[in-house]
């Protein structure tokens, strides 16, 4: 059974920094993507930034290019999102989520499918992150 687990998040002033981190159990794919969604109260969830597993490369958003940073540490099953220059728009719920196998031969996802939920089959909790200005 796949178990996603966020931490990390908190409040901070406007400027400020948070890491998120997102642990997995029971996830053994090598090839897929993990990523970083966020929900406001009253909008939908909206992708931040995913990374591939077994591959390079990685999406953001754009209203979070420059300021948000994914990475990903493999022997730790962990994916983290370090995230800077925080404003008050950036406060919402933060859930990691994961997709199944992806094959590793498959063209890659433009960065619409990758920020997209509907391609993510896996999701955790979510941890807050509040910005005050």
């Known amino acids: 059974q796949v178990q996603l687990v966020e931490s990390g998040g908190g409040s901070v002033q406007t400027g400020g920094s948070l890491r998120l981190s997102c642990a997995a159990s029971?996830?053994?794919?090598?090839?897929?993507?993990m990523a970083w969604f966020r929900q406001a109260p009253g909008n939908g969830r909206e992708g931040v930034a995913t990374?591939?597993?077994?591959?390079?490369?990685?999406y953001y958003d754009d209203s979070v290019k420059g300021r948000f940073n994914i990475a990903r540490d493999d022997a730790k099953n962990t994916v983290y999102l370090q995230m800077n220059s925080l404003k008050p728009e950036d406060t919402a719920m933060y859930y990691c989520?994961?997709?199944?196998?992806?094959?590793?031969?498959?063209?890659?996802?433009?960065?619409?499918?990758?920020?997209?939920?509907?391609?993510?089959?896996?999701w955790g909790q979510g941890t807050q992150v509040t910005v005050s200005s």
């Open positions: 990374i591939y597993i077994g591959r390079s490369g990685s």
């Open positions: 029971g996830y053994r794919y090598n090839s897929a993507c």
């Open positions: 989520a994961a997709t199944s196998y992806l094959s590793p031969f498959a063209p890659r996802l433009t960065a619409i499918q990758a920020l997209g939920a509907e391609r993510f089959d896996y």
